[in-house]
């Protein structure tokens, strides 16, 4: 795990501002949402990606019931 230097202060809300630079480096603007993950004690951030329920990809996902389905998976589903 690299270590950045940087410390942030958690604020009376519990939450921390996450530095421009990693925004920068890992591609995340305003208002992309994030994953949380918890690994022994520790908090791990993921960018997160939207992906279909059965195969994992990411294109062409419509959301049905709260779930992502793939267009590719749909048309799988109706011929089976
Ligand atoms: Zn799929």
Redesign the pocket.
């Known amino acids: 795990m690299k270590s950045t230097g940087i410390i942030r202060k958690v604020d009376e809300l519990g939450r921390i501002v996450l530095p421009i630079e990693l925004r920068r480096t890992l591609d995340i603007a305003e208002r992309d949402e994030l994953e949380i993950f918890m690994e022994n004690d520790r908090i791990v951030l993921q960018k997160f990606e939207p992906a279909?329920l059965?195969?994992g990809?990411s294109r062409g996902l419509v959301t049905y019931r709260g779930k992502n389905?793939?267009q590719?998976?749909i048309t799988k589903m109706s011929e089976y």
């Open positions: 279909c059965f195969c990809s389905v793939c590719d998976c």
